[in-house]
């Protein structure tokens, strides 16, 4: 088969969460154990870290991939889902995949695909850790795909496991309450092995559970704080106290929820280099500056053009929503535009009342098949109170209309879901 073919194949074999949602989700860790035993337990030839949160799991897991790389170490990255190209998910030192090797590994493969009755996900897993282990990494950096204790990717034993954050996000798959989201991330936790929590919320969960497994726990908070920060020459500068003393961070991902996900990565820095590792303050400051470049990632309040100022952004749920209109809030403009979509089983009933009245909206459609129509959108957003300046399917005419009636000086930001920031034509 050709690589195309594989996708193909892959998409019309397996269950795939971005197309059809929850009913792909296949909770537990049976299908995955079976396919460890098929490919050799990869899963136990490399050193990981472990990634769970409702938001910023993604961002910190390049952060950390990123500094690990510039430290001198081969480095795997787990992460999903992708924007452009199924090879996004598996990375190593920043290296997508070889579209070969995803061939090799189907064709080799392909005979117990049907009959490991796995989904998209598991058999993705098992792909990057069979990559990981046939490359040799020295650490892999594994993001969670939904809540943690149930993830196929929770078959590994790493030696450091890092929780973002708690917000409200599948709560038809992870619970209903933040409580019960927060014990399906603690589920990463295992026993004797360090968590660092990037975020306060919901501690006592995670107390108890680090207190079952006795693991050493971390909150990054109570070792660092920012003590100022600004946004200038596309870096986001941060002075920031922590045990070492006063460091200047440069971030290229400026975002202001970036505030949140760097705290836990310095805590996340100190317990690696107790674990043995060596990763100077140098070393992670270069790193910092430019994670896009060292590790590939995309859409994390990306500029895409000036005058009028065009930012896009993946955040999709109650909380990611809050940080990127917060970040909006503070960037200099005139009129602020949206360009939003959103998939259908989002609760627009908590998250389009987060969205500002005198904002002028542009509505669309992600191509995926989840995907809620843009005349349902009108139709709910008109009842918040949100009117359309202009509705279309496509994101790439939605954003030309706004760019061309847009002022030079107002601010547009496309996003509300992943898959309309993976429609864009120019996302790079």
């Known amino acids: 088969m050709t690589y195309q073919e594989t996708i193909d194949f892959l998409y019309q074999q397996l269950p795939v969460f971005h197309l059809i949602g929850k009913e792909a989700f296949k909770?537990?860790?049976?299908n995955t154990e079976a396919l460890m035993e098929l490919t050799g337990n990869p899963h136990r030839r490399f050193r990981a870290i472990h990634v769970a949160g409702t938001n910023g799991k993604g961002s910190t897991s390049h952060m950390l991939a990123s500094i690990l790389q510039e430290a001198g170490y081969k480095t795997g990255l787990y992460t999903s889902p992708h924007l452009k190209d199924f090879t996004e998910r598996i990375r190593i030192n920043g290296q997508p995949i070889e579209k070969q090797q995803v061939v090799s590994f189907v064709e080799t493969y392909r005979m117990y695909i049907q009959s490991i009755n796995a989904s998209f996900f598991e058999w993705t897993v098992a792909m990057a850790f069979h990559e990981f282990a046939r490359q040799e990494v020295d650490i892999a950096v594994v993001e969670v795909g939904m809540g943690g204790r149930?993830?196929?990717?929770?078959?590994?034993?790493?030696?450091?496991?890092?929780?973002?954050?708690?917000?409200?996000?599948?709560?038809?798959?992870?619970?209903?309450?933040?409580?019960?989201?927060?014990?399906?991330?603690?589920?990463?936790?295992k026993p004797g092995i360090p968590v660092v929590i990037s975020e306060h919320g919901e501690d006592d969960v995670f107390r108890k559970k680090a207190k079952e497994t006795?693991?050493?726990?971390?909150?990054?908070?109570?070792?660092?704080?920012?003590?100022s920060e600004e946004v200038n020459g596309g870096f986001r500068k941060m002075e920031i106290d922590g045990p070492h003393g006063a460091q200047t961070i440069e971030l290229d991902l400026t975002g202001s929820?970036?505030?949140?996900?760097?705290?836990?990565?310095?805590?996340?820095?100190?317990?690696?280099?107790?674990?043995?590792?060596?990763?100077?303050?140098?070393?992670?400051?270069?790193?910092?500056?430019?994670?896009?470049?060292?590790?590939?990632?995309?859409?994390?309040?990306?500029?895409l053009g000036t005058d009028p100022l065009v930012f896009c952004d993946t955040g999709h749920n109650e909380p990611g929503i809050r940080e990127v209109l917060e970040t909006a809030a503070s960037i200099s403009h005139r009129q602020l535009w949206l360009v939003l979509g959103f998939v259908k089983d989002k609760d627009l009933g908590k998250i389009l009342p987060l969205f500002p009245k005198d904002a002028k909206y542009v509505f669309c459609q992600p191509s995926t098949f989840r995907g809620l129509a843009v005349s349902d959108l009108v139709e709910k957003a008109g009842a918040a109170g949100l009117a359309a300046e202009f509705f279309t399917p496509d994101v790439n005419d939605a954003l030309r209309y706004a760019r061309e009636h847009a002022d030079p000086n107002d601010l547009i930001v496309v996003g509300g879901s992943t898959f309309v920031v993976a429609d864009l034509a120019e996302l790079e």
């Open 27 to 30: 909770p537990g860790l049976a």
């Open 150 to 189: 149930l993830d196929s990717t929770n078959i590994i034993t790493p030696l450091l496991s890092v929780i973002t954050n708690i917000g409200w996000d599948h709560a038809d798959v992870l619970g209903d309450t933040l409580e019960k989201i927060a014990g399906e991330k603690a589920g990463i936790i």
């Open 214 to 227: 006795g693991s050493p726990i971390f909150f990054a908070p109570d070792s660092y704080r920012v003590m």
């Open 257 to 303: 929820y970036q505030r949140k996900n760097v705290l836990g990565v310095l805590r996340a820095v100190d317990a690696l280099n107790d674990a043995g590792f060596e990763i100077s303050a140098n070393t992670q400051t270069s790193a910092l500056r430019q994670v896009v470049k060292l590790s590939g990632l995309k859409g994390r309040w990306q500029q």
